[in-house]
T-cell receptor, first 115, second 115 residues
Framework: DTAVSQTPKYLVTQMGNDKSIKCEQN?????MYWYKQDSKKFLKIMFS???????INETVPNRFSPKSPDKAHLNLHINSLELGDSAVYFC??????????????FGPGTRLLVL | AQSVTQLGSHVSVSEGALVLLRCNYS??????LFWYVQYPNQGLQLLLK??????LVKGINGFEAEFKKSETSFHLTKPSAHMSDAAEYFC?????????????FGAGTRLFVKA
C-alpha cells in the first residue's frame, strides 16, 4: 500500500490553463504539506494543513489554492498556469506538525510542465 | 530565522570510500535536525533525525550523523559508500517554536558513487 499518493504523476499543459493535483495519505496523519521543488532541486514549503485547517501559507500566489476535504486528502488547484510554475510538486504528511520533531512522509511527486 | 546550508552541491566518492556530506544550521532555539534522501524520480524519505538526547544518530543504510551544537553542524557520514547510495541528500531543520509546519530544507547535495 502506498502511504502518500499523488495524481497525476506527470502533467503537461498550456499557459493559462487551470489544473489540479490530488494527494491522499493512508497513514492516519493529522498534518499534510505541499512543497515545490524547482529545477535546481531546491525544496520550498508552500502550504501546511493540520486537521484540515491551513497553518502555513508561504507567500504563494493566489493562483494556488489548496483544499483539504478531510484529514487524508490535500489537493492543490492552480489557476492561470505560468511558465514559472513548471516544477515538481510534492505532497507530504506527518503525524502532528506541531512539535517539529515528526518525520514527514513524501509522495512520489507530480512533474508539472507548463508550455 | 532558521536556515540550513549544505556545503557542496555535488560530492563524488569511490565505491567503498567514506561518505561525508556537510550541513550547518542556524536556529535561535534548540533545533530538530533531519537528513532525507531522494532517489531519482522519487519523493524524499527519512534517513535519520536528531531531536534530543544522544548527539550521534544512526539511521538507515549505514548512515549516521552527529549533532555538534558548538559548531552548529549536523554532518552525515557513512564509512563505506555503495553504488546504491547515489542520490540527492537534503538536510532540514525545524524546532518546537515553529513546529514541523515550517521545516526548512537545505539546497541538497548530489552524491555520485564511482565504481
Amino acid at each position: 500500500d502506498t502511504a502518500v499518493s499523488q495524481t497525476p504523476k506527470y502533467l503537461v499543459t498550456q499557459m493559462g490553463n487551470d489544473k489540479s493535483i490530488k494527494c491522499e495519505q493512508n497513514l492516519g496523519h493529522d498534518t499534510m504539506y505541499w512543497y515545490k521543488q524547482d529545477s535546481k532541486k531546491f525544496l520550498k514549503i508552500m502550504f501546511s494543513y493540520n486537521n484540515k485547517e491551513l497553518i502555513i501559507n508561504e507567500t504563494v500566489p493566489n493562483r494556488f489554492s489548496p483544499k483539504s476535504p478531510d484529514k487524508a486528502h490535500l489537493n492543490l488547484h492552480i489557476n492561470s498556469l505560468e511558465l514559472g510554475d513548471s516544477a515538481v510538486y510534492f505532497c507530504a504528511s506527518s503525524q502532528d506538525g506541531g512539535q517539529g520533531a515528526e518525520t514527514q512522509y513524501f509522495g512520489p511527486g507530480t512533474r508539472l510542465l507548463v508550455l | 530565522a532558521q536556515s540550513v546550508t549544505q556545503l557542496g552541491s555535488h560530492v563524488s566518492v569511490s565505491e567503498g570510500a567514506l561518505v561525508l556530506l556537510r550541513c550547518n544550521y542556524s536556529s535561535s532555539v534548540p533545533p530538530y535536525l533531519f537528513w532525507y534522501v531522494q532517489y531519482p524520480n522519487q519523493g524524499l524519505q527519512l534517513l535519520l533525525k536528531y531531536t534530543t538526547g544522544a548527539t550521534l544518530v544512526k539511521g538507515i543504510n549505514g548512515f549516521e550523523a552527529e549533532f555538534k551544537k558548538s559548531e552548529t553542524s549536523f554532518h552525515l557520514t557513512k564509512p563505506s559508500a555503495h553504488m546504491s547510495d547515489a542520490a540527492e541528500y537534503f538536510c532540514a531543520v525545524s524546532d518546537r517554536r515553529t513546529g514541523g509546519f515550517k521545516t526548512i530544507f537545505g539546497a541538497g547535495t548530489r552524491l555520485f558513487v564511482k565504481a
